[in-house]
């Protein structure tokens, strides 16, 4: 596995024309396969353009230069946003361990990195940021999709939901729950100022109200 210049997409050596991962890889962007591989309902998730900005210029002014992330729908505006980004190095992977393990690098190579997941993706990931960021005091932003809270329509998502919360307090991260679009680069730079200060992993979770533009 290599890092490349600026995005990664971990693929063996290719023949010409799409390759199945690369399809899969933009049917999880477009949302039209979930991460299970469940089809979605017909009617499309409307993700908010307009918050996906306020985040992604939060993590802008906060310096960040490494985004690593699992494809998710939420988050899809904001990574679209990081590939186009001269600035900033795109990290795409398998799964959400390695990107615990990437971030931290990144930190210790005197990059500001954060990480994008889904709130499933948290569960996955709980081991490397216990074992890693926690025990050796590495700085960690998250950015959540809280997917499964009120208003979720995908009952698939729901477990996470209800056990999101409960999980980042055993943990003892601190956690910022974002609503209201006007307060987004306030609680994201609070969040990633905690972060570094405390020498831990922070949280910070995009809610529905938020990330949908019909609330």
Known sequence: RGLCPRNLWVRAPRTAGPQPRDVLRRALLLGEVSEGGV?????????????????????????????????????????????????????????????????????????????????????????????????YRIPLLMLISYRGSFGERDPWQTRGGLVTEPLLRALDIPTSVVTNPPDVARQIRDADTLAHSSLGPVAVLLTRELMWEDG
């Open 39 to 135: 089809s979605p309902p017909p009617k499309k998730m409307p993700v908010s353009l307009a918050s996906s900005k306020l985040i992604y210029d939060g993590l802008k002014a906060c310096d960040v230069g490494l985004v690593v992330t699992l494809a998710e729908s939420w988050l899809l505006h904001i990574i679209r946003m990081a590939e186009e980004d001269p600035g900033t190095t795109l990290v795409q992977v398998a799964r959400e361990e390695e990107a615990v393990g990437i971030a931290a690098g990144a930190y210790l190579g005197g990059v500001k990195a954060a990480l994008l997941t889904q709130n499933h993706g948290l569960l996955a990931a709980v081991n490397p940021i216990v074992s890693l960021a926690q025990l």
